[in-house]
């Protein structure tokens, strides 16, 4: 949630200085990067929620794979969007 947080926060900033998808094609880039795994945060969030509820180990240990799949990416998504600038 935190990354939800501080996507949000980033966003709004950006948009404010008047950087946009349409800026350039680094900012079309990140915006898609970092907005799709974004969705899938949120995604990933709702099994986690689902698995818990349900208390069912199958749907929670997919959720958990599904999560750790999201932070690999992020591994690869943070050197090639940050580090490069």
Request: proline share 2%.
């Amino acid at each position: 949630m935190v990354f939800l947080v501080i996507k949000g926060t980033e966003y709004s900033a950006m948009f404010a200085a008047g950087f946009g998808i349409e800026s350039s094609t680094f900012f079309q880039l990140y915006f898609l990067v970092t907005g799709f795994h974004a969705l899938h945060i949120v995604f990933g969030l709702l099994l986690l929620a689902i698995g818990a509820w349900q208390r069912d180990l199958d749907t929670l240990e997919t959720a958990a794979a599904f999560w750790h799949l999201l932070d690999l990416l992020w591994v690869v998504i943070f050197p090639v969007v940050y580090l490069p600038r």
